[in-house]
């Protein structure tokens, strides 16, 4: 199946945009950078380009692999001779384009950079309509170890759907048992996530959580409780959000109590930090693209 001329339209601007905030992000990080200003200059640049963020601007610095972003009023700085990898999603009309870069302040870490960004070249060279996702796991693990580095084996990369950045099938970086298959007209984000050799390789779940997205909408009885999820609903659908998209929705004394109970009745959830399990500094390259009969179409 293809995508009808519009919604390929619509993804591929949102690709355009992306790709062009993730080349600005190379020269926009720099030690000693309050992760705040890069993740609210991240935003605001996809919003001048045209689209909205599909997630919140994502900053995880060494051994951090995936989902912290900013809290409202973050004192955290870039830290010298950090591994910075910079997670960004767009999307125009619900359609998602999703890419990462990873800016390296230290040169003995520079090739586990190459690396990852080695893995996502050869993803991209071998997906194709028709191959087997065990068979894809199965090539970027090796890829990956023949570079002398390993890869997080629970992460993945991801179908994308409309307004929702992970769905359907998951890409694994290592050889994993699955019959499913790519298909035709699909769109993924593929991401290695590459690590030392002397790491665990797994990540898990930190206490922190500053990314948040709709699950299901409950019967609230606060009704500051009501009226941000409303909020939330209207404006970010089932995308994940950070609460400093939520300034000035709520009076300041209504907020706390608001906001926790969206948590308590399960009506939103919450992404955990995640590091890698031996807190091992962690790589990341990503792309999205589309599955074209030739291979595959590079959004971003």
Same mark, same amino acid.
């Given at each position: ?40 200059? /991240?935003? @605001? ?6 689209? &909205? ?6 900053? !995880?610095?060494? #051994? =951090? ?99 929702? /950045?992970? @769905? ?6 290592? &050889? ?6 790519? !298909?035709?007209? #699909? =769109? ?113």
């Amino acid at each position: 199946m293809s995508l009808p001329e519009e919604v390929l339209q619509s993804y591929q601007r949102a690709g355009k945009i992306a790709a062009e905030v993730r080349e600005k992000v190379r020269t926009l990080v720099f030690e000693g950078m309050p992760i705040i200003d890069l993740c609210e200059r /991240v935003e @605001t640049l996809i919003r001048e380009g045209g689209g &909205s963020p599909a997630f919140p601007c994502n900053v !995880s610095i060494n #051994e =951090v692999a995936a989902h912290y972003t900013s809290p409202p009023r973050d004192e955290m700085r870039v830290p010298r001779g950090s591994l910075v990898k910079v997670d960004i999603g767009v999307h125009v009309d619900g359609y998602i384009a999703d890419t990462a870069v990873t800016v390296c302040f230290n040169p003995e870490l520079e090739n586990l950079v190459d690396c990852a960004e080695e893995a996502l070249h050869k993803a991209i060279k071998i997906l194709r309509p028709g191959l087997s996702v065990a068979d894809f796991g199965s090539v970027i693990q090796r890829t990956i170890r023949d570079r002398g580095f390993k890869p997080i084996s629970n992460l993945t990369g991801h179908q994308i759907g409309r307004y929702l /950045v992970h @769905t359907g099938k998951p890409l694994p970086n290592v &050889s994993h048992f699955s019959v499913a298959k790519i !298909s035709l007209g #699909e =769109v993924y984000g593929v991401e290695p996530f590459i690590t030392l050799t002397d790491a665990v390789g797994t990540v898990k779940d930190e206490l922190q959580a500053y990314i948040f997205r709709l699950l299901r909408p409950k019967s609230l009885k606060n009704p500051y409780a009501k009226q941000l999820l409303d909020f939330v609903r209207k404006n970010f659908h089932t995308l994940p959000f950070t609460e400093r998209w939520l300034k000035g929705v709520l009076p300041q004394d209504h907020y706390e109590d608001a906001f926790s109970e969206l948590l308590a009745s399960k009506s939103l959830m919450a992404y955990h930090i995640l590091a890698e399990a031996s807190r091992k500094p962690v790589a990341q390259a990503e792309h999205t693209v589309l599955i074209v009969k030739e291979g595959c179409l590079v959004l971003t």
